[in-house]
């Protein structure tokens, strides 16, 4: 039988056959979008009896704020919200793994608490999601006292707590957030008064408790590269205009990755706090007046105004021999490379003076308003800003890429109905308009490689639950319960505006971020 013939190469088209390419993400491919949450805001389950008790047990049961109770309820069902973060397109999910439920006690190590932190991470990853998760979100055991954070032997304690923790989260986990916002920590509990301690103008230990943090952020990226080597570690402070209050934070965690002598601090100090007066200018005197206070108070750096007369001197002096300056030594000594791995920020509006309003004002209703300082609700929304903020941090941090750690924007409930914001802004255009800040950042080659949206839902925000964040509302008419919204608190599809603006850019569609016309 004769060999068959090979079969016959098709003679070659003449016409070439088209194959048309998915239309690449304006935010890259490898790009981490997603919603941020916070376990006291969302667990629920904190300060009652038998439940683990944090540094806000002691406001919470004497009455100065309205209490936790259930929050979202994300401990009992975590599956509800990681649901909707998945549906919404999310490929992120930044939560916080509370030390009072790990270690309720002194020396009590909760292994329950522990295994059940794993098993939200684990629900996360198979939906898609991978955890970002953060160590300390503004709290800790009660046992350890309001003012820990004062006290000279924190960092370290705080260090062996994470050295207990990431070991068992780290097969799901590979981005850690330190410590949430140390610049609002030391503000709003030693200077504001608005959380615990709650202790106003307490300016030389509001200095110390920010070296401690900072110090603290130092030894637990040592304890996480221990346990996991090659692991993404970033702390994330709240953008502020005031040098002293945002960006020396960071130049004080890269000092050994710099190469800065210990002896030359001060000196970079002042060059770094130059830069930036440079690249933000105050636009007007009350701007002005806020940033000179923070110069002239700081423990680092030798130009000071207003530091004229005997008062001043005698603030500054105390601010510098109270504050260690160990974060100093701290970053010289690690055994990483840099403190840092990652830019992360929180952008919500930068400008000090923009929070401190006058009494009087005139309120949406024409009444007046005569409270001092300005509501959450009140913040005014910087797309813009935004945008030019990543390209400055960029150009401070050449390497590094950033994390939005946290962006979003506080509506109001009021004795059961929605009240809308003075400024109109309602929240599907806010997402459109910052999602599009980013997606310009990103056109423009700077390295944004994150963006955390807060929040999925409306939570327990720090002592009330009349701020409004979340892309859904919740209904909370049943104390001993809470059910999810379609809509977010002010009847607004702000979840799905969400969803479509991912959905657009990761298909290279612009129009999702343009005004509707």
């Given at each position: 039988?004769?060999e068959?013939?090979?079969?016959?190469?098709?003679a070659?088209?003449?016409?070439?056959?088209?194959?048309?390419?998915a239309?690449a993400?304006?935010l890259?491919?490898?790009?981490?979008?997603g919603?941020?949450?916070?376990g006291?805001?969302?667990?629920?389950?904190f300060?009652?009896?038998?439940e683990?008790?944090?540094?806000?047990?002691?406001?919470?049961?004497?009455?100065?704020?309205?209490?936790?109770?259930v929050?979202c309820?994300?401990w009992?069902?975590?599956?509800?919200s990681l649901?909707?973060a998945?549906?919404?397109?999310c490929?992120t999910f930044?939560?916080?793994?509370?030390?009072?439920r790990l270690?309720?006690?002194?020396?009590?190590?909760?292994?329950?608490?522990?295994e059940r932190?794993?098993?939200?991470l684990?629900?996360?990853?198979a939906?898609?999601?991978?955890?970002?998760?953060?160590?300390?979100h503004?709290?800790?055991?009660?046992?350890?006292?309001?003012?820990?954070?004062?006290r000279?032997g924190?960092?370290d304690?705080?260090?062996?707590?994470v050295a207990?923790?990431?070991?068992?989260?780290?097969?799901?986990?590979r981005?850690?957030?330190?410590i949430?916002?140390?610049?609002i920590?030391?503000?709003?509990?030693?200077?504001?008064?608005?959380?615990?301690?709650?202790?106003?103008?307490?300016?030389?230990?509001?200095?110390?408790v920010l070296d401690?943090l900072?110090?603290?952020?130092?030894?637990?990226?040592?304890?996480?590269?221990g346990?996991?080597?090659?692991?993404?570690v970033?702390?994330n402070t709240?953008?502020s205009?005031?040098y002293?209050?945002?960006r020396?934070?960071?130049?004080?965690?890269?000092l050994?990755a710099?190469?800065?002598?210990?002896?030359d601090?001060?000196?970079?100090i002042?060059e770094?706090?130059?830069?930036h007066?440079?690249?933000?200018?105050?636009?007007?005197?009350?701007?002005?007046?806020?940033?000179?206070?923070?110069?002239?108070?700081?423990p680092?750096?030798?130009?000071?105004?207003?530091?004229?007369?005997?008062a001043w001197?005698?603030?500054?002096?105390?601010?510098r021999?109270?504050?260690?300056?160990?974060?100093?030594?701290?970053?010289h000594?690690?055994?990483?490379?840099?403190?840092?791995?990652a830019?992360?920020?929180?952008?919500?509006d930068?400008v000090?003076?923009?929070a401190i309003?006058?009494?009087?004002?005139r309120?949406?209703?024409?009444?007046l308003?005569?409270s001092?300082g300005?509501a959450l609700?009140?913040?005014?929304p910087?797309p813009?800003?935004?945008?030019?903020?990543c390209?400055?941090?960029?150009?401070?941090?050449p390497?590094?890429?950033?994390?939005?750690?946290?962006n979003g924007?506080?509506?109001r409930?009021?004795?059961?109905r929605a009240?809308?914001?003075?400024d109109?802004?309602?929240r599907v255009?806010?997402?459109?308009e910052?999602?599009?800040a980013v997606a310009?950042?990103v056109?423009?080659?700077?390295?944004?490689?994150?963006?955390?949206?807060?929040?999925?839902?409306?939570?327990y925000?720090?002592?009330t639950?009349?701020?409004?964040f979340?892309l859904y509302?919740m209904?909370r008419?049943?104390?001993?319960?809470v059910r999810?919204?379609?809509?977010?608190?002010?009847g607004?599809?702000?979840a799905g505006?969400?969803?479509?603006?991912?959905a657009g850019?990761r298909?290279?569609?612009?129009?999702?971020?343009?005004?509707p016309?």
């Amino acid at each position: 039988m004769p060999e068959a013939e090979p079969p016959r190469k098709a003679a070659p088209s003449r016409t070439r056959a088209r194959t048309r390419r998915a239309p690449a993400s304006l935010l890259g491919e490898e790009f981490s979008i997603g919603v941020a949450t916070s376990g006291y805001q969302v667990e629920g389950g904190f300060n009652g009896a038998g439940e683990p008790h944090n540094n806000w047990s002691g406001w919470e049961n004497t009455g100065r704020v309205t209490r936790s109770g259930v929050a979202c309820d994300f401990w009992r069902r975590p599956e509800e919200s990681l649901d909707r973060a998945a549906a919404l397109g999310c490929n992120t999910f930044r939560l916080s793994v509370e030390w009072a439920r790990l270690e309720p006690a002194p020396g009590r190590h909760d292994a329950a608490a522990l295994e059940r932190y794993a098993e939200i991470l684990s629900l996360c990853v198979a939906r898609g999601m991978e955890p970002m998760v953060t160590l300390h979100h503004f709290t800790h055991p009660w046992w350890l006292g309001e003012e820990f954070w004062l006290r000279p032997g924190s960092p370290d304690a705080f260090a062996r707590h994470v050295a207990r923790v990431v070991p068992a989260l780290a097969p799901y986990c590979r981005r850690w957030v330190t410590i949430n916002e140390p610049n609002i920590v030391m503000l709003m509990g030693w200077i504001q008064g608005a959380h615990p301690p709650g202790r106003r103008m307490a300016v030389s230990d509001a200095f110390c408790v920010l070296d401690n943090l900072l110090t603290a952020h130092v030894l637990a990226a040592e304890a996480i590269e221990g346990a996991q080597a090659g692991a993404d570690v970033t702390l994330n402070t709240s953008s502020s205009s005031v040098y002293e209050h945002d960006r020396m934070l960071v130049d004080l965690l890269e000092l050994g990755a710099r190469g800065v002598d210990p002896s030359d601090v001060d000196g970079y100090i002042d060059e770094r706090r130059a830069v930036h007066d440079a690249t933000f200018p105050p636009r007007h005197a009350g701007e002005a007046a806020i940033r000179r206070f923070f110069a002239a108070v700081s423990p680092y750096g030798t130009v000071h105004e207003p530091g004229r007369g005997p008062a001043w001197a005698r603030l500054r002096g105390l601010s510098r021999r109270r504050t260690p300056r160990r974060v100093v030594s701290a970053a010289h000594a690690s055994a990483r490379p840099r403190a840092l791995d990652a830019i992360g920020f929180d952008w919500y509006d930068p400008v000090a003076s923009h929070a401190i309003r006058l009494p009087g004002r005139r309120r949406p209703d024409g009444g007046l308003d005569w409270s001092f300082g300005r509501a959450l609700w009140d913040v005014e929304p910087h797309p813009d800003g935004l945008r030019s903020w990543c390209a400055t941090e960029a150009a401070l941090h050449p390497g590094l890429p950033l994390w939005i750690v946290e962006n979003g924007m506080s509506t109001r409930v009021l004795d059961g109905r929605a009240v809308a914001r003075a400024d109109g802004m309602d929240r599907v255009r806010y997402v459109r308009e910052h999602l599009g800040a980013v997606a310009h950042a990103v056109a423009a080659g700077i390295p944004v490689r994150a963006y955390l949206h807060w929040s999925l839902a409306d939570n327990y925000e720090w002592g009330t639950y009349e701020p409004r964040f979340g892309l859904y509302g919740m209904d909370r008419s049943d104390p001993g319960a809470v059910r999810w919204l379609d809509t977010d608190a002010q009847g607004d599809d702000a979840a799905g505006e969400f969803a479509r603006v991912v959905a657009g850019l990761r298909g290279g569609d612009r129009t999702v971020v343009e005004p509707p016309g």
